[in-house]
């Protein structure tokens, strides 16, 4: 009461609460949530036996929009029949992969828990959807479908399948629904749907059963019913183009299939947007133009066989009255025009061994027609499941798990209820029977095979019923065959009697003739009644056996396998008609597809979707309590109910139970090594099971609350964490050492080749070396043979490095005389060189010197002509440049130099000149001008010799300065003038030069003679002594002493 109390007061929070980031819900704030709102599970209502108590929870929760509540792991939807706000994908996220009770209900929950399972047991799951027509179911069915599409994995391959199982709906819903009283989107055909899943969680695949489509809606539709979507829409949105081409025109109401129920339009269906969707469709799952073309063609043809029209002729037989239908079909499916008239008008009858034509009568050809049309159609319809089939089909073999949507009609209950609303209540008979299997029945038993202290729920068990319809030889559809197929005159009231003679005494079986006086009132007397176990309908037999036998005359369907329309072709066999014996009846059909479908059921898990419709008028928030409290009794959910609430919640068997989680428990991890059971009491006792969450059975393990189980689920997920990030670890670990191992040998073997590289360099350089050499010494041989091969690489080598060598020791100046020593091969070329090189250096010596020093080398030379070899001290004076003069010309008296005016002074030195007698020695100055030469003693001139009268000079071989030079013997001259200077080399030249008298020099030794004058002559001596000295000696002879020079 104080929960309920508490989930009042909160109620306008849930909503938002569904958003909240879920990961802040802990288990114990998810309980609080669920009881907000009435209870979220119906396990955790207080008087969970009271129906009333179940209603009213239910209606609690559907006024605020919650219309999502489980019972356990069963999910109750009730049709909001209004657009609610949380199909989101942030909503899809949240519920990915939570624990089912940690958050509100949700379809998403169910969807994510067959998913999460499948992942992680490898196993196949489905998930069935049930409840009365315009429940929710389809919706349901979609919603789950756009659940896995957004969170599983997937690839950009993989978008193409997972764009093809959300686009397959809308086709096949406009082939295969339509406007009923119920529903606006009726589904007349029942869809079990398996989405296949690779190893990784990724949707790669799917098919499609589908199970008895509603064919007798394409000939005939209730009033405010239509025929299938398809019709109005190909009217509605096909281009113009296409219309014409199957020769339709776009107003429905021209088409007697679509008018009966007086409702083509409707204002929820928007037919020509719905159309556009169902061609991008066709595009997506592989649809090629041809396909389209036929389909449509098939299609068409339907509404032209509609406007097909007889009357009786004289005889009583029917004939077509309008010529252009009949010849549009045959265009559109390729038949004769002429066979197609004769196959709608006669019936071919096999009498003996002959086969005769024999002509229908009106209400025979009417029937011959619909059933045309209903075969078209349905046949048609099996082609684009199967071609759908085609394009969803996963080739590669590799194992995937499944998850089945089974999306079928739910229990009707008509006014009149007819052979269909027979078989579709059967079916919920046989999907019951599934549910008691599965859950109830299992349940219980596996309480006392585990030997589990349990009491016993009663249930009623649906079988009875279903062997009612089904048993052989003794079922209602046995019987139903059984008429169809005897020869005689066999109608439904026929039928009918067989019926209460072989099961009239079956307690779920009632007729008018056997129902008390009470019920009797309510039975008509075409009626038979069956009490379903979700409560009594009444069947009118009229119409099931020509229904049960929808026979379609031989002729017509020779004619339809004879169509060059591509579908029909792959529809219509020709093998049928070698078939002699009768085709399945359609209950029989049926009946074998329902086993086959609850046999592909049982070998999955389940989970379990009960829609349930509000109320009759499809209107939001309306809670019809009758009507809910119908459905939630042939739902069978009380039962449900009692049997979760007195259960538990889970159970496993030991050793899975053990290997899921044996990594909580020290003991347990990694491996238990005695009985599971042992190993799973020890783990449960380290997690702190607690008495009453558990019991232990013979195989497995008994969970009475989620939570329990949860919280273990929980800690497994921190826990597996671990693991992982352990097992990653090791793994990284052993990639590691792997690649480092990888790298090692790698790196050992570039050394390896890196070495034997650099060896196999080092052999070839040695082995050139060892080739050079021994040219080079054959060479060195052979150097001095002419040239020859042997020789020539050695003669080229010397060449080449005397060469190099010499360039880099050329000499760099005239003066500089080393030369390279050549070797003897290259003498001659060295003395060439070295004469090029000294006259390069020449050359550039002579072009680098001036006028004046050119002049001074003039000098020079003249010297070297005069003295080389001729007086000492020569050599040593030669690096000594001459002076231009040794005074200038301030040093000679002006006097002088106002004398000899009218000539150039070229050179003016200091001298001592000696008397001719007596030799006395006088300071003069010698002036050399360009015609005489000048003795001069201050202001006088002493003597003045003309260069034109000289008769010569001499000077001794000695080092001494000593010169004279010689004057011609006659009055005017003085006598010789004997002289002496300091710079005597360069005052001899120079004076010899400026005479122009070079060879005038006479270099004497030990003495000479000069004149004195007047005829006389005198005598010098030159000798060499310590010390240079110049006297007269006693002999009168003047001396000159040169000092001796070391030699
Ligand atoms: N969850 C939902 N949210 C909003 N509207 C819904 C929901 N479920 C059902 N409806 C509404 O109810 C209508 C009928 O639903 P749906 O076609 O799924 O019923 P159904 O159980 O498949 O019926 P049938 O047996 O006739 O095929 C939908 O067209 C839609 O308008
Ligand atoms: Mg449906």
């Known amino acids: 009461m104080?929960?309920?109390?508490?989930?009042?007061?909160?109620?306008?929070?849930?909503?938002?609460?569904?958003?909240?980031?879920?990961?802040?819900?802990?288990?114990?704030?998810?309980?609080?949530?669920?009881?907000?709102?009435?209870?979220?599970?119906?396990?955790?209502?207080?008087?969970?036996?009271?129906?009333?108590?179940?209603?009213?929870?239910?209606?609690?929760r559907y006024r605020e929009n919650l219309i999502y509540t489980y019972i356990g792991t069963l999910l109750?939807?009730?049709?909001?029949?209004?657009?609610?706000?949380?199909?989101?994908?942030?909503?899809?996220?949240?519920?990915?992969?939570?624990?089912?009770?940690?958050?509100?209900?949700?379809?998403?929950?169910?969807?994510?828990?067959?998913?999460?399972?499948?992942?992680?047991?490898?196993?196949?799951?489905?998930?069935?959807?049930s409840g009365e027509s315009g429940a929710g179911k389809t919706e349901a069915s979609k919603k789950i479908l756009q659940y896995f599409a957004v969170t599983c994995p997937t690839t950009e391959q993989l978008q193409v399948v997972r764009d093809r199982l959300l686009l397959s709906n809308p086709v096949l819903e406009a082939f295969g629904n339509a406007k009923t009283l119920r529903n606006d989107n009726s589904s007349r055909f029942g869809k079990y749907m398996d989405i296949q899943f690779d190893f990784k969680g990724a949707p790669v695949g799917g098919h499609i059963l589908s199970y008895l489509i509603e064919r007798s809606r394409v000939v005939h539709q209730n009033n405010g019913e239509r025929n299938f979507h398809i019709f109005y829409q190909l009217l509605e949105g096909a281009e113009d183009d296409l219309l014409r081409w199957l020769g339709l025109e776009r107003n429905p109401q021209k088409y007697m299939y679509l008018i009966q129920g007086r409702c083509a339009k409707v204002s929820s269906i928007n037919d020509k947007s719905d159309w556009k969707i169902v061609r991008k469709a066709f595009s997506v799952i592989d649809f090629t133009e041809t396909d389209i073309e036929h389909?449509?063609?098939?299609?068409?043809?339907?509404?032209?066989?509609?406007?097909?029209?007889?009357?009786?002729?004289?005889?009583?037989?029917?004939?077509?009255?309008?010529?252009?239908?009949?010849?549009?079909?045959?265009?559109?499916l390729g038949v004769h025009l002429s066979i197609l008239q004769e196959a709608l008008t006669h019936r071919k009858i096999e009498a003996r061994s002959e086969e005769v034509l024999s002509p229908l009568n009106i209400d025979l050809a009417f029937y011959a027609r619909d059933a045309a049309a209903k075969a078209i159609y349905g046949r048609t319809f099996t082609w684009l499941v199967n071609k759908i089939n085609g394009s969803l089909a996963n080739k590669d073999l590799t194992r995937k798990t499944v998850i089945g949507l089974l999306d079928i009609y739910g229990f009707e209950v008509f006014e009149t209820n007819s052979f269909e609303q027979f078989c579709i209540n059967y079916c919920n008979e046989k999907l019951q029977q599934l549910l008691?299997?599965?859950?109830?029945?299992?349940?219980?038993?596996?309480?006392?095979l585990e030997g589990i202290e349990w009491e016993p729920i009663p249930y009623f068990n649906n079988k009875i019923i279903c062997d009612l319809v089904e048993e052989k030889h003794k079922g209602i559809i046995s019987i139903l065959d059984e008429e169809c197929l005897r020869p005689g005159e066999a109608t439904d009231l026929s039928f009918l009697e067989?019926?209460?003679?072989?099961?009239?005494?079956h307690a779920h079986f009632l007729t008018r003739k056997l129902a008390d006086q009470k019920t009797r009132k309510s039975i008509d007397w075409v009626d038979f009644r069956l009490l379903h176990y979700a409560g009594e309908v009444t069947y009118c037999a009229v119409g099931f056996l020509e229904k049960n036998n929808d026979l379609l005359y031989r002729n017509l369907k020779?004619?339809?396998?004879?169509?060059?329309?591509?579908?029909?072709?792959?529809?219509?066999?020709?093998?049928?008609?070698?078939?002699?014996?009768?085709?399945?009846?359609?209950?029989?059909?049926?009946?074998?597809?329902?086993?086959s479908l609850i046999e592909i059921l049982m070998s999955k898990e389940p989970s379990y979707i009960r829609c349930i419709k509000p109320n009759d008028g499809k209107e939001p928030g309306k809670f019809d309590d009758v009507l809910i409290r119908h459905q939630v009794k042939y739902l069978g959910l009380m039962e449900h109910l009692r049997v979760r609430r007195a259960g538990?919640?889970?159970?496993?068997?030991?050793?899975?139970?053990?290997?899921?989680?044996?990594?909580?428990?020290?003991?347990?991890?990694?491996?238990?090594?005695?009985?599971?059971?042992?190993?799973?009491?020890?783990?449960?006792?380290?997690?702190?099971?607690?008495?009453?969450?558990?019991?232990?059975?013979?195989?497995?393990?008994?969970?009475?609350?989620?939570?329990?189980?949860?919280?273990?689920?929980?800690?497994?997920?921190?826990?597996?964490?671990?693991?992982?990030?352990?097992?990653?670890?090791?793994?990284?670990?052993?990639?590691?050492?792997?690649?480092?191992?990888?790298?090692?040998?790698?790196?050992?073997?570039?050394?390896?080749?890196?070495?034997?590289?650099?060896?196999?360099?080092?052999?070839?350089?040695?082995?050139?070396?060892?080739?050079?050499?021994?040219?080079?010494?054959?060479?060195?041989?052979?150097?001095?043979?002419?040239?020859?091969?042997?020789?020539?690489?050695?003669?080229?080598?010397?060449?080449?490095?005397?060469?190099?060598?010499?360039?880099?020791?050329?000499?760099?100046?005239?003066?500089?005389?080393?030369?390279?020593?050549?070797?003897?091969?290259?003498?001659?070329?060295?003395?060439?060189?070295?004469?090029?090189?000294?006259?390069?250096?020449?050359?550039?010596?002579?072009?680098?010197?001036?006028?004046?020093?050119?002049?001074?080398?003039?000098?020079?030379?003249?010297?070297?002509?005069?003295?080389?070899?001729?007086?000492?001290?020569?050599?040593?004076?030669?690096?000594?440049?001459?002076?231009?003069?040794?005074?200038?010309?301030?040093?000679?008296?002006?006097?002088?130099?106002?004398?000899?005016?009218?000539?150039?002074?070229?050179?003016?030195?200091?001298?001592?000149?000696?008397?001719?007698?007596?030799?006395?020695?006088?300071?003069?100055?010698?002036?050399?001008?360009?015609?005489?030469?000048?003795?001069?003693?201050?202001?006088?001139?002493?003597?003045?010799?003309?260069?034109?009268?000289?008769?010569?000079?001499?000077?001794?071989?000695?080092?001494?300065?000593?010169?004279?030079?010689?004057?011609?013997?006659?009055?005017?001259?003085?006598?010789?003038?004997?002289?002496?200077?300091?710079?005597?080399?360069?005052?001899?030249?120079?004076?010899?030069?400026?005479?122009?008298?070079?060879?005038?020099?006479?270099?004497?030794?030990?003495?000479?003679?000069?004149?004195?004058?007047?005829?006389?002559?005198?005598?010098?001596?030159?000798?060499?002594?310590?010390?240079?000295?110049?006297?007269?000696?006693?002999?009168?002879?003047?001396?000159?002493?040169?000092?001796?020079?070391?030699?």
Request: aromatic letters at 10%; a positive charge; charged letters at 25%.
């Open 498 to 505: 067989k019926l209460e003679e072989k099961v009239g005494d």
């Open 2 to 60: 104080k929960i309920q109390q508490l989930s009042l007061a909160r109620v306008t929070n849930e909503k938002e609460d569904v958003s909240d980031n879920h990961s802040q819900l802990n288990m114990e704030g998810a309980l609080i949530a669920r009881d907000r709102v009435g209870v979220q599970d119906f396990v955790l209502l207080d008087s969970h036996t009271s129906e009333a108590a179940f209603l009213d929870n239910l209606r609690k």
């Open 76 to 129: 109750v939807s009730v049709n909001p029949y209004k657009e609610l706000d949380f199909y989101s994908v942030k909503q899809m996220e949240i519920y990915q992969g939570v624990n089912f009770f940690e958050l509100p209900p949700h379809i998403y929950a169910i969807a994510d828990n067959a998913y999460r399972v499948m992942c992680a047991e490898c196993n196949d799951h489905f998930i069935l959807i």
């Open 648 to 1047: 538990f919640a889970y159970r496993r068997k030991y050793e899975l139970f053990l290997q899921r989680y044996k990594s909580l428990c020290p003991a347990t991890w990694p491996h238990w090594h005695g009985a599971a059971a042992n190993g799973v009491e020890r783990l449960i006792k380290h997690i702190g099971y607690k008495p009453e969450e558990y019991k232990l059975g013979r195989t497995k393990i008994f969970i009475r609350f989620p939570r329990t189980l949860f919280a273990t689920e929980d800690a497994f997920e921190r826990s597996k964490h671990l693991l992982v990030t352990r097992i990653q670890a090791r793994y990284k670990g052993c990639l590691g050492k792997r690649e480092y191992k990888k790298q090692r040998e790698a790196a050992i073997k570039l050394e390896a080749c890196w070495r034997g590289a650099l060896a196999r360099k080092e052999a070839k350089k040695r082995i050139w070396a060892v080739e050079t050499i021994k040219r080079f010494i054959k060479g060195f041989i052979n150097r001095k043979n002419p040239l020859c091969p042997e020789n020539d690489e050695f003669v080229r080598f010397v060449q080449y490095t005397f060469l190099t060598k010499l360039r880099d020791h050329v000499p760099k100046n005239v003066l500089d005389k080393n030369w390279l020593k050549p070797p003897a091969i290259l003498e001659e070329t060295s003395a060439m060189l070295k004469k090029i090189c000294m006259r390069n250096l020449v050359r550039k010596y002579c072009q680098g010197i001036t006028a004046e020093k050119k002049a001074q080398l003039q000098q020079k030379v003249v010297a070297s002509a005069i003295f080389r070899g001729k007086k000492d001290g020569y050599l040593q004076s030669i690096s000594q440049p001459f002076a231009d003069t040794q005074l200038s010309e301030r040093d000679i008296n002006p006097k002088v130099l106002q004398l000899i005016r009218g000539e150039k002074v070229k050179y003016m030195t200091p001298v001592v000149k000696y008397d001719r007698n007596g030799f006395k020695a006088r300071e003069r100055q010698l002036v050399l001008t360009q015609s005489a030469a000048y003795v001069v003693e201050m202001a006088k001139i002493k003597q003045k010799i003309d260069y034109a009268t000289l008769k010569g000079i001499s000077i001794s071989n000695l080092s001494d300065g000593l010169l004279v030079i010689h004057v011609p013997e006659d009055n005017k001259q003085k006598g010789d003038a004997i002289l002496q200077c300091g710079h005597i080399f360069e005052t001899v030249t120079k004076l010899c030069m400026l005479a122009n008298r070079q060879n005038a020099v006479q270099v004497v030794q030990g003495s000479l003679q000069f004149h004195i004058g007047s005829g006389k002559e005198g005598t010098i001596a030159f000798t060499t002594g310590q010390e240079p000295q110049i006297y007269k000696a006693k002999n009168g002879h003047l001396t000159v002493v040169s000092a001796r020079t070391k030699s």
């Open 436 to 448: 008691i299997e599965m859950t109830l029945k299992a349940e219980q038993e596996e309480y006392e």
């Open 558 to 595: 020779e004619v339809l396998c004879k169509s060059k329309n591509g579908i029909l072709k792959e529809c219509f066999f020709p093998s049928e008609l070698d078939n002699r014996r009768r085709p399945e009846t359609v209950a029989t059909q049926f009946k074998n597809s329902l086993a």
């Open 295 to 332: 389909l449509f063609g098939a299609i068409a043809s339907v509404l032209h066989l509609g406007n097909i029209q007889y009357e009786e002729d004289s005889n009583g037989h029917a004939i077509i009255t309008n010529g252009s239908q009949i010849k549009w079909i045959s265009k559109l």
